[in-house]
């Protein structure tokens, strides 16, 4: 497969958490090669990631996962303009394997090294698909981890609107496919099992839901899934008392109490802001019942709305590689004292809401 002469060939490697990735993509956003390695089967026993496995994996699966990228792209090393790596936020462990193998392969073929932000990637991801830049816009970052809405004016400008104020929505979706015994991950279990069942048969809590700020809370909710499935002051116990039939309509109406506040105030930051496009990124918005929501409101409200296409929903080094593009050209270059870090790129907003730039 023959490049472009005029073309910037980014390698993109992404291990923030459980998936091993690298990608190929050129000029921010022709992906010639995106390969990902779960490690699902390694962490479903515990119902969730452990990260001491997590990085044992990584170690073994990364140097294999990038020459299979390079090879699904028919590049070599060479061919290689710049190597881009999500240096955080995420798991400590993991994200350290990622970054010294870029570190890596900076050094040895002598080309630069761009650090990219996760949450940032999962901002402008939908614009892997887009047919135009959608900004500026409204951008909903839901995954196990993060769940944010940030006002995204330019790919390397944003502002955070507002987050969670615990739980994320991806960590409520395993909590409660754990208590229905659905398996891990939860989402994708939850989002099957609730398509038979009725959304409006239980009526769950939706906090803060008209509150006048952008933030989340889901931790109430999962404690009134709780309650409502093994009585109060319970803990997790067999769900054998349930029919099929009561599985599927708690797990509808979990998932409806939870994409409810995501939808709402989504479309309130929107209006708010006064932008007419809505970006949506990270694992839980391959969820189909918060796509349909979606896609329901913005058109009601007359947003453009610009999904993810779901195979870059969950962590994946294309929208790394894409975003490191960006990076690149703006002059935003690591050196090879670049260290992993756990926490977001900058602090909790201030009340003030003030602006981030991205690769500042």
């Known amino acids: ?51 001491e496995i997590a990085a044992r994996a990584h170690i073994e699966q990364v140097v294999p996962i990038i020459e299979e990228a390079l090879a699904r792209a028919g590049v070599s090393y060479d061919d290689i303009d710049a190597i881009a790596v999500t240096d955080g936020p995420g798991l400590v462990g993991s994200l350290l ?14 080309k630069p090294l761009v650090a990219v932000d996760h ?37 390397l400008d944003s502002e955070l609107l507002g987050q969670t104020i615990d739980d994320a929505a991806g960590e ?26 009725n959304p409006r048969a239980v009526r769950f809590p939706r906090a803060l839901l008209d ?23 319970k803990k997790y116990g ?10 599927s309509d708690v797990a509808a109406s979990f998932q409806a109490a939870l994409v409810e506040p995501l939808v709402r105030k989504t479309i309130r930051a929107a209006t708010e802001q006064n932008v007419a496009n809505v970006v949506v990124g990270g694992g839980v918005a391959a969820n189909s019942a918060l796509r349909s929501s979606l896609k329901q409101a913005c058109g009601d409200a007359g947003l453009s709305l610009h999904l993810t296409p779901s195979e870059y929903c969950t962590d ?22 670049l260290e992993p870090r756990a926490g977001l790129l900058r602090p909790k907003r201030r009340k003030s809401r003030t602006q981030t730039k991205w690769g500042a």
């Open 316 to 337: 994946n080094a294309a929208m790394v590689a894409a975003l490191g593009f960006h990076l690149l050209r703006a002059g935003c270059i690591a050196d090879l004292t």
């Open 1 to 51: 497969m023959s490049l472009p002469e005029s073309s910037t060939t980014i390698l993109g490697i992404e291990t923030s958490c459980d998936e091993t990735s690298a990608a190929v993509v050129l000029d921010g956003r022709d992906v010639r090669s995106s390969a990902v390695s779960s490690q699902v089967a390694l962490h479903a026993r515990y119902g969730g990631v452990v990260p």
């Open 211 to 233: 509150k006048p700020n952008l933030d989340f809370s889901f931790s109430g909710l999962k404690t009134a899934v709780l309650y409502h499935v093994f009585g109060a002051g």
């Open 119 to 155: 949450i940032q990637a999962h901002c402008t991801s939908a614009a892997l698909s887009a047919s135009a830049p959608p900004w500026p816009a409204i951008a909903l970052v839901v995954s196990g981890g993060h769940t944010s809405l940030y006002l995204v004016r330019d790919l």
């Open 172 to 197: 409520a979706f395993d909590k409660v496919a754990a208590m229905l015994d659905l398996g891990y991950p939860g989402g994708p279990a939850i989002d099957r099992v609730a398509a038979n069942g």
């Open 97 to 110: 394997i990622g970054v010294t193998a870029a570190k890596t392969l900076a050094l040895a073929l002598e």
């Open 238 to 247: 067999s769900v054998a008392h349930l029919s099929d039939g009561q599985v």
